[in-house]
């Protein structure tokens, strides 16, 4: 029975020296690699470094991951961010948040989203892969919130100020124009803890002026009357001028809207301050003055007008009552005084 179980071996080419049993493996075995446990999340970098899954266009994506090796972080492995329809990052192994005291070491890669990104959900995974190892391991969100990437359109921040006669329009009479200025962008993270506006320079910007009571409880302006801005570079703000002679008195506001040229656009909307409208002013009656018997231009010039030097200014007034000569005034006539 020895002889036929040494035997088998011997025709399986396993040479065991005399006394001694050697196993091998069967031909055709394989030895499995190791494999890395690979974890990651998305976090926004604009906001925080909160884990979220709705992104704005604009927005900067961190991704984060660890990978672990028999229970331990392993510094040797390679990790790779996958974006479906969109680039391939490398990810790089620090602290995070950086110079955070409660930073945790991940591996980590940043995607800012382009402002022309097609709104919805983005596919994403890490592969993982130690070179010395040959471990490997994958990565792949869950099909639910908060794993699953939404890309949303972004929103421009509006400011506006408007003003009548260079003023701040707090009290406007009808026939004022409002010069309407309205400050559109976004803020873009340059550095670390550094920001830059960067203003809106092409698309529709338009500007309402409405009453107050008009506003919705959403915050739109639900009528009013509008008005196109257009683009000031040397500024870097929208600028336009509104009407306000069909303005009843009231209270008023100006609501802006701007979008850009992306389908579906990026949009925003902002407020000026309320402003009053007053009553229009009745037009005052014209003084007049009755001729008297012995009465001269220049005697009423000096009487109504503080000097009779002035008698031309009332002469040139009154000449289609005078007529051609102006040292003619019957009495009765009655003249207009400026």
């Not at 309407?180 to 002026?209: D, H, K, M, Y």
């Not at 992306?262 to 229009?280: D, H, K, L, R, W």
């Not at 009745?282 to 231009?297: E, F, I």
């Not at 007008?305 to 289609?320: D, E």
């Amino acid at each position: 029975m020895k002889r036929r179980y040494v035997g088998a071996l011997a025709a399986m080419g396993v040479m065991a020296p005399t006394g001694v049993l050697i196993l091998s493996p069967l031909a055709g075995a394989q030895t499995s690699a190791p494999t890395l446990s690979v974890v990651a999340d998305q976090v926004s970098s604009t906001r925080g470094c909160i884990v979220t899954n709705t992104f704005p266009r604009g927005d900067v994506v961190v991704f984060r991951a660890t990978a672990d090796l028999n229970g331990a972080l392993d510094p040797n492995a390679q990790l790779t961010v996958h974006i479906v329809n969109g680039p391939t990052l490398p990810m790089k192994l620090g602290s995070h948040p950086p110079g955070s005291p409660k930073a945790v070491q991940y591996w980590t890669a940043t995607w800012p989203v382009p402002l022309t990104a097609a709104p919805g959900v983005v596919d994403w995974s890490v592969t993982a892969v130690d070179p010395q190892t040959g471990a490997t391991g994958t990565f792949q969100p869950f099909p639910v919130p908060p794993s699953m990437m939404t890309i949303v359109p972004a929103t421009y921040a509006v400011t506006v100020s408007v003003t009548a006669n260079q003023h701040p329009a707090t009290t406007v009479t009808p026939g004022q124009p409002l010069t309407i200025v309205a400050r559109v962008g976004r803020t873009v993270e340059t550095g670390p803890n550094q920001t830059a506006f960067v203003p809106l320079t092409t698309g529709s910007v338009t500007a309402t002026v409405g009453p107050e009571a008009a506003l919705s409880e959403q915050g739109q302006l639900k009528q009013g009357h509008s008005v196109a801005l257009q683009y000031d570079p040397a500024s870097q703000t929208w600028t336009g001028t509104a009407a306000t002679d069909d303005l009843s008195p009231g209270f008023y506001v100006v609501q802006v809207q701007a979008a850009d040229t992306v389908t579906p656009p990026n949009t925003g909307t902002g407020n000026s301050a309320i402003f009053a409208v007053n009553q229009a002013p009745t037009p005052a009656s014209p003084k007049t003055y009755t001729v008297q018997r012995g009465d001269t231009l220049w005697g009423i010039a000096a009487r109504l007008l503080g000097s009779g030097a002035r008698w031309p200014t009332l002469y040139q007034l009154n000449r289609a009552r005078i007529g051609p000569n102006p040292n003619l005034i019957r009495p009765g006539l009655v003249l207009e005084v400026p």
